[in-house]
């Protein structure tokens, strides 16, 4: 990664330390750094004339911007990618949170859903940002129970139940079938292809229309064309849960009324933020996305700690924290890979 077509390794060792310093300072204050305050409070050993050159060259390299001329320097978001790249010491998260994590997920009753977004407000809670979870995809599990339910004459409800406890209600139309036929529609159905997946259980369903004999079996050929209905009503878009979204409301750069309509159309558009956590469903790893990776969603000002999580070796959900640019990456990116880890192993359980 380049800023203004400087290669990172033209930094040498005292400026990453300078640049670090720098930010390390404006995460915790969130105002201008001078070269006097990293002279005193981080590099000690060296004169604040040779900060202050050090942070023109850094300037000069795109890292850092000086708002204006009495003032310090703050970090561009080229500096804070060479920092999370080259500069940042993660912390190891406390055992006291990492089994208070554990201890409230092994609490939560109930399903999937309910144990995502007991997740999402403890990262919320614990990292003091706005966190999102994306539930994993009910086509990623093994199918349970399928039941159909007459609304009227045209609208029938499909309600769908995997092995994990994920529950996926939608409604169909289709000629008028009474509850007592549906009832042997969705029997024959739960007691042909429990077990299989989604997309096992499709390809079994469209398999089947195409024998004879399913057409000579009235209550199975109906079973089959609902079932293959039902099935492909199943959407791919899965849901996200958001909290914390009070934190970034007040964040205090949001002084400009507009400025906070923007960032409230952001998270009321749920398809935005989707649209960055879905690319991170099928990458290992936490990643940071800053400056014109959130630009698209109108939050070019904040950042986004993200990581997948798997199912045993499938990945199938994502989740992130979103905050100001001057996050404490140090905390916040084991967080979210510890987070991560706890879901996977709740839904390998599941």
Known sequence: MSAKGIEMAEIN?????????????????????????????????????????????????????QPHVSAGRIPTPEGFRCYLNEIVELKTLPRSEMSMISRQMSLVK?????????????????????????????DSFSF??????????????????SRAGMVYNHTIECEDVSQEDLIKYSNYINDAYAGLSIQEMRDMLLEEMSKEKTRFDRIVSN?????????????????????????????????????????????????QILGILNRMIDQ????????EEMDHIGMNDFCMVASGYCRGDIPVGSLGVIGPVRMDYARVIPLVDYMARVLGKVLKES
Not at 144 to 161: A, G, N, P, S, T
């Open 13 to 65: 060792n005292r400026d990453k330390d300078i640049l670090g310093a720098i930010i390390q300072e404006y995460i915790n204050t969130g105002e201008p750094v001078g070269s006097r305050v990293v002279a005193r409070r981080y590099m000690m050993n060296i004169s604040p004339a040779t900060v202050r050159n050090a942070m023109a060259d850094l300037e000069e390299a795109g890292y850092l911007y």
């Open 110 to 138: 109930g399903g999937v859903k309910t144990r995502m977004s007991k997740a999402s407000t403890l990262l919320s809670e614990i990292s003091k940002n706005a966190s999102i979870v994306i539930l994993p995809r009910l």
């Open 284 to 291: 290992p790893g936490v990643r940071v996305m800053i400056g």
């Open 223 to 271: 079973a089959i064309n609902l079932g293959v209905l039902a099935i492909d009503g199943v959407s791919d878009i899965p849901d996200i849960v958001i909290d914390g979204k009070e934190s970034v409301f007040n964040h205090p750069g949001l002084v400009d009324f507009d400025r906070l309509k923007d960032i409230v159309r952001a998270f009321e558009d749920k398809g």
């Open 144 to 161: 349970r129970h399928m039941e159909f339910v007459r609304l009227d004459d045209r609208r029938i409800l499909v309600v769908l139940i």
